[in-house]
């Protein structure tokens, strides 16, 4: 028997076994121990992780904060494209220098560190006859020795990134904080998702609203894993104690013990006022004669409109939205058009479409206005129209000023579900992740527009309703439509 046959037969028995790869070949970075480079020695929650992945195809992984669950993966990824010749990994990273930082650990540390099954191409052995691995800033080959070439490239979270190529293997790293993960997730899973195989593992800690928590808490075909803080069998009851005093609540989302503590984060949703109950409705057949509105939140990333009626009472319903990516101004006027299938009153929309275009001069409203659309400007003011949003949703006596027709709008329910209060700003909700901001900021539109009156008693109402009043110098008329105040 050769070293060679040997070596082959190691490579064979590493890829059925991914965990004894990792604990006999596997090296990580402890930035803590004298000698930085260190064997991987799992953790029990570590070698179940492996094997549930190695089981399935399609795996999740919401974690806490250090467990060296990159590493982890990453070792996977070695072991299967030095066991297969020819296996693609696809890795995405919040950042190019995140991506760059996958390729080191993989290329420097984890085979470099396994010289008896792979070398460095560029410093081989005398007479080795085995695989060699090269690498790039974003990507690594391991060259087999018939020819074959497995490969993992990295790329940082983007629009298209790694649609191009096959893989056998998908890797998102940080899920839950990657930029435009909703329509990554779509370009990418065509590229694993074959009868015969591909395999996908996402791991991240939590961010609320994002599609890693969608997915994680979804009903759907992944293996969801966890792992607490303690899965660090280093980490005691005094550790966290210390840890807490240091981070407060914001441990629950750091350093959570259970998937429940990961969901629960301080702040929470910015609308707690909206509940399905409360503002789910039927949709209502007799709504002739009141005035209408569409809302629209325009950008190259997404075009996003909702069609309101608001009734003689100032009762407010949402009944249909529409929301597309890249579309251009005359393609997004010309779908709003064919959605229009009765006459508004106006098309409400937020004033930075009035900022000219150094370009054309013309500002984005300009544009609107030739391609058939006259758009009516609304505040920008963020924490007011937050506000708004907030008074239209509030129930008085149990009844909201503004609801939404059953299964007419689900985007914009679901961002209002999710949609985060900013940790800086806590009167206005969450920028990111920007793909819930889009529906909320068409609302915005329409509730920072009109002005809900306040409530009074049922008589001293009936009297605003029917007569004139002062406010200070200025008489002014009964009250309008929409909550509004004619000042005569």
């Not at 325009?298 to 407010?316: F, K, N, P, Q, R």
């Not at 009109?450 to 406010?471: G, M, N, S, V, Y």
Request: net charge negative.
């Amino acid at each position: 028997v050769t070293v060679a046959e040997i070596r082959r037969a190691e490579l064979c028995y590493c890829g059925q076994h991914p965990d004894y790869f990792i604990e006999r070949y596997g090296h990580i970075e402890d930035k803590d121990a004298a000698e930085i480079i260190q064997p991987f020695a799992l953790w029990p929650m570590q070698r179940d992780a492996v094997r549930q992945i190695a089981e399935h195809r399609l795996n999740i992984i919401l974690k806490a904060r250090q467990l060296g669950v990159t590493w982890l993966v990453l070792s996977l990824a070695a072991c299967w494209m030095l066991a297969k010749p020819g296996y693609t990994v696809i890795a995405l990273s919040r950042t190019e220098d995140e991506a760059k930082e996958l390729v080191r650990r993989l290329s420097r540390v984890i085979l470099r560190y396994c010289p008896e099954l792979v070398a460095d191409k560029a410093a081989q052995p005398d007479g080795w006859g085995g695989p060699v691995w090269s690498a790039t800033t974003m990507g690594v080959e391991i060259e087999h020795e018939g020819g074959e070439i497995s490969t993992f490239k990295a790329f940082p979270s983007a629009s298209g990134a790694g649609r191009s190529f096959t893989a056998n293997l998908l890797l998102l790293d940080e899920w839950a904080f990657q930029a435009g993960a909703r329509e990554i997730w779509l370009s990418t899973y065509p590229t694993i998702n074959r009868p015969t195989g591909g395999k996908v593992i996402g791991l991240s800690t939590i961010e609320r609203g994002t599609l890693f928590e969608e997915l994680y808490t979804g009903d759907n075909g992944f293996c969801k894993l966890f792992l607490p803080w303690s899965a660090d069998p280093r980490r005691d009851a005094a550790w966290y104690e210390r840890t807490k005093r240091d981070l407060g609540d914001q441990i629950m989302q750091e350093y959570p013990a259970t998937v429940e503590e990961a969901l629960t984060i301080p702040g929470g949703a910015f609308f707690p006022e909206f509940a399905v109950h409360l503002h789910i409705k039927e949709p209502q057949r007799d709504a002739e004669g009141y005035r209408r509105y569409i809302c629209i939140d325009y950008g190259l990333d997404m075009l996003s409109a909702h069609w309101v009626w608001i009734d003689a009472e100032g009762a407010a319903r949402v009944y249909r939205e529409f929301d597309a990516p890249n579309l251009t101004i005359s393609e997004a006027a010309a779908a709003i058009r064919a959605r229009m299938f009765e006459e508004v009153d106006a098309i409400l929309a937020p004033p930075d479409l009035w900022n000219r275009s150094q370009e054309s001069g013309k500002s984005r409203a300009i544009l609107f206005f030739e391609a058939g659309l006259t758009l009516t400007k609304t505040s920008n003011d963020l924490a007011a129209g937050c506000a708004a949003i907030k008074e239209w949703l509030r129930p008085v006596d149990g009844v909201p000023g503004l609801t939404i027709d059953r299964d007419a709008a689900p985007n914009l329910c679901r961002c209002l579900t999710k949609i985060q209060r900013d940790k800086a700003r806590p009167d206005v909700y969450a920028k990111e992740p920007h793909d819930l901001t889009h529906d909320v900021d068409s609302l915005r539109c329409f509730c920072v527009f009109w002005t809900r009156p306040a409530q009074r008693k049922a008589e001293e109402k009936h009297d605003l309703l029917r007569d004139d009043f002062h406010i200070g110098s200025q008489t002014v008329g009964p009250l309008g439509e929409g909550g509004r105040y004619d000042v005569l």
